[in-house]
Antibody, heavy 115, light 113 residues
């Protein structure tokens, strides 16, 4: 069974940093592109970033470029999202999903940016 | 960027009745490989999104056959033949054809009358 489990969320002050992780199981991570999607409270879904199977290519939504970094460790079945210079508008539940087509999702981890 | 526009945004439906959600893209979603990549997701209250339909009309494993997807080019539809209580939630269309960025519709909230 495919499982994705996010962790690392929490309360952080504006300008601070946070690193999210996504533990993958039930499939071979190195065979799939991976995705981060976020959902602000009461709002819709927003694609955040993608990373190629081997980590050689990454793509970001404009609003996080230069601040967020997506990475992966296929040997450890793990996906990460390093978030720097956080803003109030980054407050959201962050989901990791398998593939660009998002066939499988985790339960998400809440990031709150507030002073 | 491809803009995805859903309608209606709110959909009250009587149990057992059909429902239909429209999704329009600002550009054609036909890929250079000839496939059209348009997906539908359902997010039940308090849950993560779940993919229901991919490539316009292909149902994911375990999705009831009362759900069907159709359309082409820029106009797409998700239909539920007979709404059940478990279908309540927010439905999103999404295009992974012309990315980055991957884009979602605004969401359609289905509720029971």
């Amino acid at each position: 069974e495919v499982q994705l489990v996010e962790s690392g969320g929490g309360l952080v002050q504006p300008g601070g940093s946070l690193r999210l992780s996504c533990a993958a199981s039930g499939f071979t991570l190195s065979n799939y592109w991976m995705t981060w999607v976020r959902q602000a409270p009461g709002k819709g879904l927003e694609w955040v970033a993608n990373i190629k199977k081997d980590g050689s290519e990454t793509y970001y939504v404009d609003s996080v470029k230069g601040r967020f970094t997506i990475s992966r460790d296929n040997a450890k079945n793990s996906l990460s999202l390093q978030m720097n210079s956080l803003r109030a508008e980054d407050t959201a539940v962050y989901y990791c999903a398998r593939e660009i087509a998002m066939a499988h999702w985790g339960r998400g981890t809440l990031v709150t940016v507030s002073s | 960027d491809v803009v995805m526009t859903q309608s209606p945004l709110s959909l009250p439906v009587t149990l057992g009745q059909p429902a239909s959600i429209s999704c329009r893209s600002s550009q054609s979603l036909v890929d250079s490989d000839g496939n059209t990549y348009l997906n539908w997701f359902l997010q039940r209250p308090g849950q993560s999104p779940r993919r229901l339909i991919y490539k316009v009309s292909k149902r994911d494993s375990g999705v009831p056959d009362r759900f069907s997807g159709g359309g082409s080019g820029t106009d797409f539809t998700l239909k539920i033949s007979r709404v059940e209580a478990e279908d309540v939630g927010v439905y999103y269309c999404m295009q992974p054809t012309l990315w980055p960025p991957v884009t979602f519709g605004q969401g359609t909230k289905l509720e029971i009358k």
